[in-house]
């Protein structure tokens, strides 16, 4: 990821609008930043979210609040609680794709 060029900018999260996105199960509300290629996401994820696709795209992810299990296409499974991250790049290992039983609230840079 090369961060594009721009301005110094500060992010009031509450001011922008949440989008609801559906999951297989439960749904995701993305509130979302996007400077030219960059996409700079707070997501939260309701109990019971289970993503519908598996994801190719590279992300740096912080876990706010809550759990959030990532599992891996080729069977590997990750949990990850308040303080964790991920990092990945666009197609740098097996599709990967989120659940959580209880609600997770996340930090998304890709």
């Known amino acids: 990821m090369k961060?594009?060029?721009?301005?110094f900018t500060v992010t009031d999260w509450s001011r922008i609008e949440a989008?609801?996105?559906p999951g297989e199960s439960g749904e995701?509300?993305?509130?979302?930043?996007?400077?030219?290629?960059l996409r700079v996401r707070m997501?939260?994820?309701s109990p019971g979210?289970?993503?519908?696709?598996?994801?190719?795209?590279?992300h740096v992810l912080y876990v706010l609040q809550g759990e959030l299990d990532s599992e891996l296409r080729d069977g590997?499974?990750?949990k990850l609680t308040a303080g964790m991250s991920y990092q990945v790049s666009d197609f740098g290992d097996a599709a990967h794709?989120?659940?959580t039983a209880t609600g997770a609230t996340l930090f998304i840079v890709d």
Not at 3 to 7: A, F, I, Y
Not at 28 to 37: C, H, P, Q, S, V
Not at 49 to 58: E, I, K, P, Q
């Open 3 to 7: 961060l594009p060029t721009s301005p």
């Open 19 to 21: 989008t609801t996105h």
């Open 28 to 37: 995701a509300k993305w509130r979302t930043l996007n400077i030219g290629d």
């Open 43 to 45: 997501v939260e994820y």
């Open 49 to 58: 979210y289970l993503a519908d696709h598996w994801c190719d795209r590279g």
């Open 76 to 78: 590997r499974k990750f």
């Open 97 to 99: 794709r989120s659940s």
